[in-house]
């Protein structure tokens, strides 16, 4: 099937065995200038990428300077706070970054949700749909083991000229003139569902956000919800991602809520910046 078939795959890379990322399709039409969200049908999935094998070999990262592990909020920096399972410990996630991608996590439970976390951000961001920040990104994430094959496929995908014209942008990844380009993950939670030290699968539930905002949009804001699961190892020194796979949900009651408009969307992309998320 084409790149632009719902639940398939992107030029091979689906089948037995192979991770499926799934883009929500914004809904024909334009839903701006105060229209009410319309009821949640069945969304229109995109099916982006993946497969995912096996492990070893060392990455680098750059430190990050500034900041005081003590600034971090909680008990202390060293001990986790007894609170719900859903609330941060207060235990600094990161000691350093790579290009904008926090790395540096603990080897334990929590510092491989952290990564797991973070990691979903990066790789459901706007910045995938240019080269240059996609193999920063991809090169940050991924296992030295897998990340060549990981980025020879996030590169066939987002180069497909009939899968960047049906979420609505250019054949250069860039948005219409006019229209700002918003893909954002939003984690909800995460949980580990398998550790050891050197190996760990997390899932990580979240929102996310797609689409084109501003005057006369075809391919609207919206949201779907999905749980990506994790396979991570620890190379040289911090986690990184072998493998991911990708289902539906849980997904909430959308309330009965006025949609924005074109220009409250366009502002909110560019005023609300996103966060570092630790466990």
Known sequence: MSPGDEH???GGVGGSGQTRTRLPEGNSGDVYGGARRPVRSSRSLITVVGVVVVLVAAIAFANRGGGDPADAAGPSADTPAKTAPTAATGIRPVTGKNGQIPT????DEQGAQSAATNYAVALGSAEMFSAATRSEIVHAVYAPSVVAARQDDFDKVYADKG??????LQEDGTAPQGLTFISRTIPVGSKVENYTDDKATVSVWYSSLFGLAGEGSKKPVT???YTNSYELQWVDGDWKVTGLSQKDGPVPVARDQRASTAQEMRDAVGQFGGFTYAR
């Open 163 to 168: 899968f960047l014209s049906r979420v609505g």
């Open 104 to 107: 540096g996590y603990a080897q």
């Open 223 to 225: 949201e779907a919800w």
């Open 8 to 10: 398939d795959s992107f």
